[in-house]
């Protein structure tokens, strides 16, 4: 019989060792889910060197601009789709009617390059593509595009002319800028030739079928001919355009990060997935807190749904534990206007409030609120008076009244 029961205890205490593995278990996977996102599988440095391959031999200033829109295809499509409606906007009134949009300041900034915003909505996969890359690799994407850059220049294909100016920086930092400040010139090429190796770039078609080098479009104005450093310079409009945009290359080699404004860009895919993260953490700390008053709840008497009734009086807590909690009124603050103290009846300044509303009323309007005063106190001397009267005559009537069987002698002898 003992061995019995022994062998009973060891299999409920086993299985409630399982159990709480299992709760454990259980929230700790949750935790995780939580604070963890799924993200996609890095691209390797070959699949980095053919994304960024259409983009690689635009100035600095503009593969900032592209590859902060990437991150934003749905806006991209919109805007070539918006400019499209809407060519019969010129100079400032394109630049006023853009900034009116909620695109990023990026897709703003391509309106006045309308080749480039084409291009990449007409690509749409391929610019989606880019901007998840330039999202979860950011310094792995700009190294690529200094390798593209280094293949194109000793193929030839890169080089300083009337359009572009190229700059060596570092052993392995290729910076291409306008040469001229006032004018932009967008280089148009096919992937496919210009690295000096065969290329094949998946979901993007070049504006450009067979050619072997680059050529240029027309320019696109920037400076000082369109008003004080220029609409597209970031004079105007919030500062989006081209001379609000740069690539800090960091060390060398590739990573750093874009410039807008003379601060780095993070766009709101990076925003999101921060604040999500910093969610998740304040989450789980909730649910720390919430186990340590359940277990604070256990400890009192082990019944955390019961009401604790014997404490009632305690801080005007009505209901129990489960019920609502008035703070004692401040004593030493109860006088001080906008003191931090309950506003409820039920805390016994019921009366302290409304004098201190009528204070209120009477500093206001004091004129009018004295007459009204004085009116109420006529009407309640009035009514006083009134019922006063009232009462003496009913008095008086009743005495006045005779007496039944005095006057005819019928009383009891």
């Known amino acids: 019989m003992i061995s019995k029961t022994i062998h009973q205890a060891l299999s409920m205490s086993l299985c409630a060792i399982l159990l709480v593995q299992g709760v454990t278990a259980q929230t700790s ?31 600095d200033a503009l593969v900032a601009q592209v590859l902060a829109a990437s991150c934003y295809a749905d806006e991209v499509a919109f805007a070539d789709d918006w400019l499209a409606q809407n060519q019969n906007l010129q100079g400032a009134a394109l630049t006023q009617a853009v900034d009116q949009q909620s695109w990023d300041p990026s897709v703003k900034a391509l309106t006045q390059f309308p080749s480039v915003l084409h291009d990449l909505a007409k690509n749409l996969s391929w ?91 027309a320019g696109v104005a920037i400076g000082a001919a369109i008003g004080g450093g220029g609409f597209v310079a970031g004079g105007f409009g919030g500062g989006w355009g081209f001379g609000a945009w740069g690539m800090n290359w960091g060390g060398g080699g590739g990573g750093g990060n874009i410039n807008y404004n003379h601060n780095t860009y993070i766009n709101r895919t990076v925003i999101n997935r921060n604040s999500n993260n910093n969610n998740g953490n304040r989450n789980n700390n909730n649910g720390n807190r919430n186990n340590n008053n359940e277990a ?14 014997g404490r009632n009086g305690n801080h005007g807590l009505i209901g129990g534990n489960g019920g609502i909690q008035h703070q004692p ?40 609120y004295q007459r009204q005063q004085r009116a109420g106190q006529q009407r309640q001397q009035r009514a006083g008076q009134q019922r006063q009267q009232r009462f003496n005559q009913t008095r008086q009537q009743h005495f006045a009244q005779p007496r039944g069987g005095g006057e005819r002698g019928g009383g009891r002898r």
């Open 29 to 59: 996977t949750q935790s995780t889910s939580t604070t963890t996102a799924p993200t996609a599988a890095p691209l390797t440095t070959d699949q980095l060197d053919a994304l960024v391959a259409p983009i690689a031999l635009y100035p």
């Open 127 to 217: 610019t989606s593509n880019l901007g998840q890359a330039f999202t979860n690799q950011q310094s792995d994407v700009m190294a690529a595009v200094q390798v593209m850059r280094a293949k194109a220049q000793a193929a030839g294909t890169l080089q300083s002319s009337s359009q572009i100016r190229v700059v060596l920086q570092s052993p392995q930092t290729i910076v291409i800028e306008p040469a001229n400040s006032n004018v932009v010139y967008v280089p148009q090429y096919n992937p496919a030739f210009v690295f000096g190796t065969p290329l094949v770039v998946p979901a993007y078609t070049p504006p450009v079928a067979v050619a072997a080098g680059v050529s240029f479009g």
């Open 296 to 309: 604070n709840n256990r400890n009192n008497g082990f019944r955390p749904d019961a009401p604790n009734g």
């Open 329 to 368: 009124a401040d004593s030493n603050r109860a006088n001080t206007f906008g003191a931090n103290r309950p506003r409820s009846a039920m805390n016994g300044n019921g009366n302290q409030a409304r004098a201190e509303a009528n204070r209120g009323r009477e500093s206001m309007r004091p004129a009018a």
